[in-house]
């Protein structure tokens, strides 16, 4: 049995689970509402406030999308009710960031701006040198963080670049001169 698959996922106040046919699963909640068309193979119970994932048999497929689909519904719960954030750190000399509305514009030492525009359902707050990525839905905060960082990673010489704050970046000695 999956270890993460079998828990009930709880579901706080103010937070509502709806399962349509096809298990197409609605979560709402005070930050907003996430749709998502789950694995019809598995049952979602909706009992009293929490919500059980049930697969029918043990085979390696189903056992696979168990966890997975708990998973996913428990990001869905989680995400409505608090919401994810990831904060990004800017390093280097003249590297900066800007935020205008929806347009973040960063400076990274190229001759250019490199201009981004925030997708939908994602904000973006520019603070000193760290940028935070906010949102409803962790798939998507995760990939724009991670779309953002792309633009200059962090080099392990000097370490300039754009870090999750969390990172530790593995820092390599440079060269020595001649004797």
Do not use: W
């Amino acid at each position: 049995m999956s270890r993460i698959g079998k828990m009930p996922i709880a579901v706080p106040a103010g937070v509502t689970v709806d399962v349509a046919e096809n298990n197409k699963v609605t979560v709402k909640g005070p930050k907003g509402t996430l749709e998502r068309v789950l694995p019809s193979v598995l049952t979602i119970k909706v009992e009293d406030s929490q919500v059980v994932v049930e697969r029918p048999n043990d085979e390696k497929q189903t056992k696979a999308l168990h966890g997975l689909t708990r998973s996913l519904l428990n990001n869905m719960v989680i995400g409505v009710s608090e919401g994810y954030k990831k904060v990004l750190e800017i390093n280097g000399v003249g590297y900066r960031a800007q935020k205008q509305g929806k347009t973040l514009t960063l400076s990274l030492g190229f001759s250019h701006p490199v201009i981004m525009e925030d997708p939908e359902g994602i904000e973006t707050k520019v603070v000193d040198n760290k940028i935070e990525v906010e949102g409803i839905d962790k798939e998507k905060v995760g990939q724009y963080a991670a779309v953002i960082r792309d633009k200059k990673r962090p080099e392990p010489y000097k370490g300039k670049g754009i870090k999750y704050i969390d990172e530790t970046i593995r820092r390599k000695v440079g060269k020595t001169g001649k004797k």
